[in-house]
């Protein structure tokens, strides 16, 4: 296991490049099973679930070239297989979407139930029950999810919640169905509109990409797509927003979708964070003191579940109490403790964090839960008085690309290591 060691302080400064997202990119790798014909991603980050998706679609007999550039080629198997093992699937939740593309492709998937991110019961009963009502035969047996079509037809799918991964399923499922499907109360996450463009490129028919109502007229046979680029990452550009206010440094983020980032946007200008727009990418840097929030997490276009973290640790050292409501997963909280043993003052009483500014986090030994509490940790630590050990980073790995070296190159004081160069072991 690998760590990071942070001596905090030093006021970040310079440039920073947000790459792809990787909920987009993710989502176009699993969507490239429909294609008959090459893909290529451009802008595509080099992160762990890419990694992992990448194995997940050559073990369907595909061929995935990641470039250094960030292109990825995907080759066509020449006959596809149906499984995903059980091995990949555990280490990254997200491979559940391949479930629909391939029941699409070849009317049969055995997928293993997921593992991923410990942050709540992550149901996918929107998923299995939306691809039933498209006349799917599902069980789940021993682990795996098995499904199975001979003909996938066109049907109204309702959702109680609006679900990323389950619109997203139910979506590459529908593409080639017989007949209309009609998503409503569909997620509108950006990462599901650049799903909606690139399967459009490849002679989908869609329409409403951006809104709750997705219609979607079967098709039988999908074209080459040409290149295709990843849209950038919100989450990626939010992270180092934090980054630059909390250590009171100055950043000039590039690459940042600032049209796709609302909510994150008011807030931390709310929090007295300074965005200023310039040709050569959006500079950060803080307002006066960081003032106190009340933060409601929502599906798009609401404030979203994957920036709680990071602006819980912003909120540790704001001058007043915030209040942090965490309404998309049930166990989301998990850093608190963490954050705590850095001299932080949060409390939880049922889905709120109440956040007591302090005056400031001193460093300390803590461990990752999930990836963005755990970029959180690395954000506290650069913010904190002395050393902070980051254990267990591979969390962190699994969503940010090169996360210790970005900093690095702002002026951080960052290290990684293997978790037995520990100073204290
Ligand atoms: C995706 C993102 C994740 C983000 C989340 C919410 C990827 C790879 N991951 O996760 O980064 O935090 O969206 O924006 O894109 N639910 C059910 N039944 C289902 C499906 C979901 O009850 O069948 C519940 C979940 O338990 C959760 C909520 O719906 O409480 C949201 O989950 P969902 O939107 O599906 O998130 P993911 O697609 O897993």
Do not use: W
Request: net charge positive; aromatic share 4%; with cysteine.
């Amino acid at each position: 296991m690998e760590k990071f060691l942070i001596r905090g302080g030093n006021r970040l400064k310079g440039t920073v490049k947000i790459g792809g997202a990787k909920n987009a990119a993710l989502k176009l790798m699993a969507a490239s099973i429909l294609s008959d014909d090459k893909v290529v991603l451009k802008n595509v980050p080099k992160i762990k679930d890419v990694f992992i998706m990448a194995k997940v679609l050559e073990e369907l007999g595909m061929k995935v070239d990641l470039s250094d550039s960030g292109t990825t080629t995907i080759t066509p198997a020449s006959s596809l297989r149906y499984e995903a093992s059980y091995e990949l699937v555990n280490q990254m939740r997200a491979s559940i979407i391949v479930l629909g593309p391939l029941l699409a492709q070849v009317g049969k998937a055995h997928v293993a139930l997921p593992g991923g991110c410990n942050i709540g019961l992550r149901k996918i009963d929107f998923h299995l029950r939306g691809l039933e009502k498209l006349g799917a035969k599902i069980r789940v047996k021993h682990g795996f999810i098995e499904a199975e079509a001979t003909v996938l037809k066109g049907t109204n799918i309702d959702f109680n919640f609006p679900s990323v991964g389950a619109t997203e399923n139910i979506l590459m499922a529908a593409v080639k169905a017989k007949g209309t499907t009609i998503i409503k109360n569909a997620a509108r996450e950006p990462e599901i509109t650049d799903l909606v463009y690139f399967l459009k490129q490849m002679g989908a028919k869609i329409d409403g990409a951006g809104t709750s109502c997705l219609v979607i007229k079967g098709v039988e046979k999908l074209r080459p797509t040409g290149e295709y680029t990843v849209v950038s990452d919100r989450i990626e550009a939010g992270t180092f927003m934090v980054v630059a206010v909390l250590s009171g440094g100055d950043v000039l983020i590039q690459n940042a979708p600032l049209n796709l980032m609302g909510m994150i946007k008011n807030k931390l200008i709310d929090a007295g964070v300074k965005i200023n727009e310039t040709d050569g990418g959006l500079r950060v840097s803080r307002n006066g003191e960081i003032k106190p929030l009340d933060i409601a997490t929502l599906p798009y276009p609401g404030f979203p579940t994957d920036m709680q973290a990071q602006m819980m640790a912003l909120l540790s050292v704001a001058n007043g109490t915030s209040i942090i409501t965490e309404n998309v997963f049930e166990n989301r909280f998990m850093l608190i403790d963490e954050l705590n043993r850095m001299g932080a003052n949060i409390r939880v009483q049922g889905p709120h964090a109440i956040v007591k500014g302090v005056d400031s986090l001193t460093g300390a030994s803590v461990r990752v839960t999930d990836l963005r509490g755990g970029a959180a940790l690395v954000l506290a630590g650069l913010a904190a008085k002395g050393v902070t050990e980051v254990n267990d980073v591979s969390h962190i790995d699994r969503g940010y690309e090169n996360f210790e070296i970005k900093l690095k190159s702002l002026g951080a004081d960052i290290s990684r290591l293997d978790e037995q160069n520990s100073p204290n072991a």
